[in-house]
């Protein structure tokens, strides 16, 4: 296995059993498909990559559509999440010129209704709950993958938040998002920073790994260089905080008392997400 980003040569770097995990993806189906998690680094970029049955398409696909609605966290009122989406929405206004959006993997619709009403929206949502959720808060989202939906689009943004890192090839997701875009559009992007300081110091015991979800996991150079390599120019990249961190006192509580419970022959903690995400806004040349 070579990175699908750089073609360099793999490390291994994780593997933990998926018994030991709860979480509302990580079904019984999907359980037995996936004893256990395995990733691999790249030598070069410091990409990771999925190395076990997440590599199949069908199979993630298929998980995503059995999610319950239990699998959308209800952010609506959390004023992190507010307080974030509002931040990315003048961000955009900074550098986005037209408003039509099309949010892809666009869950229950949250970030989208957070918009002000300048926008115009649309999602694609492969959940069948997540996109029931959504279209109960009166938006046009269709269930499916932007890559199977028989509508057609041609939009000014497509947003990707907490989305690319579930795809196993990134090459057709980003050329997929080129075919929705007009002549000189823009994409934003949130995902998880494998080169961001919290991320490198937990390395293996990152909890952001630990989703069994995330099997395409960036570093911000590898990013770039996918998006480059596809005829986007970046304009903006931002390191940040998702709304769920725990923040900066859990990290450094878990990383300070590490060594104790290492003397004490204690398991290995995982390091919560702070300051462990990137931000990027590209515009399609």
Known sequence: MNCRVCNSEMDPFLRISSAGLDEAFLDDALRK????????????????????ARQDEETLVAAYKRVSDSYFEATDNDPRYQ?????????????VTGRTILDVGCGDGTFLSTLSDEW?????????SGARLAQQRDLDVTCATLDATTKSYEVDLISALDVIEHVVDP??????????????GFVLLLTGDADAYPARVAGPQW???RWCGHISVFSKAGLQ??????????LAARRCEHPSSPGAVAWWRVHLLEP???ALGRNKSWYPFWRDHQLVIARLK
Not at 120 to 128: A, F, K
Not at 171 to 184: D, I, N, Y
């Open 33 to 52: 498909e996936l004893p256990e998690l395995k990733l691999q680094r790249c030598r070069q970029c410091g990409c990771l990559w999925a190395d076990d």
């Open 83 to 95: 307080k974030f989406y509002k931040w990315i929405e003048q961000l955009l206004k900074v550098h």
């Open 120 to 128: 115009s929206r649309h999602g694609v949502e492969p959940s069948i």
């Open 171 to 184: 090459h057709s997701f980003v050329k997929s998002l080129k075919l929705a875009l007009r002549k000189g």
């Open 207 to 209: 909890s952001y790994l």
């Open 225 to 234: 260089q996918l998006l480059e390599s596809h005829g986007f120019e970046v």
């Open 260 to 262: 104790a419970r290492r």
